[in-house]
């Protein structure tokens, strides 16, 4: 690995950017064992170093750790654990690496490869945040992924909420207190970590996958968005405001569910289950009703695999009488009109077929 | 003009999905004055040729008017007028054509004159519509236009307003109560009104203007779809079913918006003008707050040209007190926050600016 350009005495520019988005996101500056997530690429290099020149200029007082996931699925993908690795103990920082078959995991279509690299990913960071005690994990993201986001949800048919593309903070897991923060995504764009790198003199690694024009986000990256930048060269940013004042809408819109969700229950006096309240739900708004059947199946089931904008439409009809007394959604779920409620039940012989 | 050929003896097939959507739309079907805007390109000619076709069978029974203006954009413009009055003559309808100067009324930058076109063609319907009594003017919008329309806003930067496209049904203006009607759009491709021309073995107008890859539509129309295309064959209906979703979430929070602005609503005693209660504000969804301001600004002004998310979020930063106690807005507009309450006046010298 080659010297890396020690850092400039007075702060980089994407440092004081990222020492300002620190304050602006209420992040801790002190006492905490933070997780960067670190590929190599030019982004989360970055990040790792503006991160190591706050903590030198005082900025920052956080004990870092760099986690690596080797995916498995590259030749040089050793390579980039090897590089990382390096990167971190110049900085006198600890590297966590950890080897999987990606690939192995995933054994279905291609674009079900990305969802299995990041669960993969999210499992890692987890563990190693209850081993280290971490309760933060940032994430490189910039603008730039954010807009490719937006889109590949816009091509694959998506509400508000698919729309708003990635959170700036979340929790890590959906039950988990760990949070995963993005500091890049609000502001910094792919060319200003590629100049940043250049100025360090780091050559940061590539990913070959990152060519793959299989990956529907290569082909969004490479084709789609430098061809909306022939319209509006402020695309990427443009999509970027777009998503955050979705965000706004889709949160405001879940609040509101959230409270006809309440309003609307009815326990059900053996099961405790609950029971929606058919006309309540039929003057309200069919995009709050909608988010309350949602709510109402979530709260149920943990989850809302597999159901889709179609069954909530299904649903809708029943509400409205046109269609019969029970619909069958996914995973064995039966939700049926009763007077004047609607009843969620689980199939059994779902249930059953699934621990063959 | 070649000879129309007759219509088949059974409904077509996009005659009956017309009047499926008429049932849908709840649409009357009797006794009606309806305007059809016609260009005489495929949409509004297999429009026109499929109204017919559903008033020959007695599926309706209105008195159809055709509209046309002449934009006097074009040397063709005048064969066109004469053909859509050729065709409006077979069928036995009366047409009613204007020709203005487009060109002349917009004088301004391209993208304008799209602008010009449409504001000129409105006023031409709502006149006609005076004079005829008609509640009804339909316009031949499908799918494709459609999708155009949300990536056309997306490119531009939107929200939820702007993202849910044109509606099936709208006022023709703001304060109008003849409806603006398009019957096509929720279902009907261009394909198919291609289609059905040839099959009715009419030669339906070409605009050249829909092959000028100046205008933002045409190079949307031209490239971006057909490259979104490559990557979901389904691009169109994708969109337009986006659009609608985000079409309820918009009205959802337009009718919260509503309420909170009542809520919040104070009576200045001697002007009687609006002041709005900064905490019950402060204490609002983004979301929602930022739909309350365009609503009383909107309110006071009769109109919201001009303003755009930057001036609600400094708005939005004089509630935090971020911001000192006033903020200007377009139009000589003025938000001072005073004693928990933002006050809304119009400066003198802006409106006197004006008159000169």
Redesign the interface.
Known sequence: MQKIKSPPKRLSELARRLDGEWSRLSLPRAGEVVIVAVSGGADSTALLLTLDELCRARRLDLNLLVAHLDHGLRKASKEDADWVTKLSHKLGLQAYVRRTDVGQKAKRKLENLEQAARSTRYEFFAELAASSGANLVLAAHTMDDQAETVLMR???????EG?SGMEPIRPLTSDSEIRLVRPFLGWARRSDTDQYCRSRRIRSRVDEMNEDSRF?RV??RK??LP??ET??NK?VE??C??AA??R??????S??AGQLLQKASETEPISQNIALNTSILAHS????R?RVLRQWIASRMGHLRRVE?VHLLAVEQLLEGNRGRAIELPNGVLVTRRRGRLYLSVKKVEKQSRNL
């Open positions: 816009l091509l694959r048919g998506s509400g508000a729309l529907l082909r969004v084709q789609l061809l909306m319209f509006n695309a443009t999509l405001r777009t004042l979705l706004d809408d889709a949160a405001a819109l609040t509101y708004h069919p995009a709050v909608r904008m």
